[in-house]
């Protein structure tokens, strides 16, 4: 449960330092003409700068940054006695719908003299969105040290007062913005919403299990949370309080039950992304196992045994069993990583794709779709996957993946493959 607070903690923001802002009407290119495989693959960049939204009024939006000190280029500046960083950022504004259409760009230069003992920097960017709009935000960051870039994108939602971007999650202990909804019972946070006058709050408390998704060749209905919550309460003057998630399961936050609009806030394990427990390990296996098998290995006292003896039955050898482990579990942690909503990443579908057939070769982004391919020919891609965006309360990250029975060869491959004791891979 919740637990209240003493006092108000005051939501502190860090002010940018703008050394030049430009803006312009020129597009510099169509988003779904572009290969953004390298969203999926960590080792594409060293530099993994986070970005965030928060609606503070109806003209104004936040893009909130931070920014990993140890991943920075930095310069000794003599006369300060201090090192600085110098980063650039740059986006575009579309409307969201279905064709985006430019709207706005701007660019805007940082530089900051850190100590060297923090950890991160955390600033925001102020995007005159007006309200009652969906939006798309494209954003392209540069460390002008040494050059590297990344790429992100973020979906915005200003149609109302009540949906999740309205509300600005505070980690207590720093004072800093909580850039991610997933949230560990030792975490202490407070909340606000500065566009919303209500008082009060309702919280919904979901603990059911989200079920994993069927192989893609099974033709099924979009999976969607549908479950009634197991209870609910009201918290009075919720900008004055505290509070910290006991359990695991899901909390739903609402200003107003009448509508379907809210704040979702997960809490599933304390390492989460990481896979550290004999449950995390033993349930991706579900999609190398048959029904029975993974029954019968869900029953066992100690999964950990079962986790051991399915992995060195399976390569039927010490050394080839870490490397199925390793890569088998690189891939179920950046799935969380990547694809987590109201469940978590390995369990959606992007997640089983992902973690079985490994990383897409090619992406194609919209926004309310992701086409993924692997391979190639010359005239075509040798495999191709739709996810379409589910339109949910309680998250703008899930997505369904539009199934067909054709997939259940290359599917039944890869699995054999695993169950061979070989790693899959689609040779590129």
Avoid at 99 to 112: A, P, Q
Avoid at 194 to 222: E, Q, V, W
Avoid at 242 to 255: A, C, M
Wanted: glycine share 2%; with cysteine; net charge positive.
């Amino acid at each position: 449960m919740f637990v209240d607070a003493q006092k108000r903690y005051t939501i502190i923001v860090l002010i940018i330092l703008v050394i030049s802002v430009g803006c312009s009407r020129q597009q510099v290119s169509s988003i779904e003409s572009r290969n953004l495989s390298f969203l999926y693959k960590p080792s594409a960049t060293t530099f993994h700068p986070q970005f965030m939204i928060y609606h503070r009024t109806d003209t104004t939006s936040l893009l909130f940054i931070k920014l990993y000190i140890n991943e920075l280029a930095q310069i000794y500046d003599e006369k300060k006695n201090n090192n600085y960083f110098k980063i650039r950022f740059q986006y575009q504004i579309f409307s969201s719908g279905e064709t985006e259409k430019f709207l706005d760009s701007s660019s805007v230069i940082l530089k900051s003299y850190q100590p060297v003992a923090n950890s991160n920097f955390v600033t925001y960017i102020p995007l005159k969105l007006k309200k009652g709009g969906k939006y798309f935000v494209e954003i392209v960051s540069t460390d002008m040290i040494n050059n590297r870039k990344n790429q992100d994108f973020i979906r915005v939602d200003k149609e109302n007062n009540y949906s999740m971007q309205n509300f600005l999650i505070t980690n207590v202990e720093n004072l800093k913005p909580v850039f991610n909804n997933v949230i560990n019972s030792s975490q202490v946070f407070s909340i606000n919403n500065l566009r919303n006058k209500s008082k009060n709050i309702f919280i919904k408390y979901y603990s059911a299990n989200i079920p994993s998704p069927m192989p893609p060749f099974y033709i099924i209905n979009s999976k969607t949370l549908n479950i009634a919550p197991d209870s609910i309460w009201e918290v009075k003057n919720y900008s004055e309080k505290k509070f910290i998630l006991e359990n695991k399961g899901l909390y739903y936050l609402q200003t107003d039950t009448t509508l379907n609009q809210g704040l979702a806030l997960y809490n599933y394990s304390k390492y989460f992304p990481y896979v550290k427990s004999a449950e995390n390990l033993l349930d991706p296996l579900i999609y190398l196992t048959s029904f029975r098998e993974f029954k019968d290995m869900k029953a066992y006292k100690n999964q950990k045994i079962a986790v051991d003896s399915f992995w060195l039955n399976t390569a039927d050898d010490m050394d080839k069993a870490r490397e199925l482990i390793r890569v088998y579990y690189n891939r179920v942690q950046l799935a969380n990583k990547y694809f987590t909503s109201y469940t978590q990443g390995w369990n959606t579908d992007r997640g089983m794709i992902f973690v079985v057939l490994g990383p897409p070769k090619n992406v194609i982004k919209s926004s309310n779709m992701e086409r993924w391919s692997y391979g190639h020919r010359i005239s075509k891609p040798v495999l191709e996957f739709s996810f379409v965006l589910n339109e949910t309360p309680f998250t703008n990250n899930s997505y369904s993946l539009q199934r067909d029975e054709l997939y259940s060869q290359i599917w039944n491959q890869a699995v054999d493959t695993w169950r061979s004791g070989l790693v899959f891979s689609i040779a590129e």
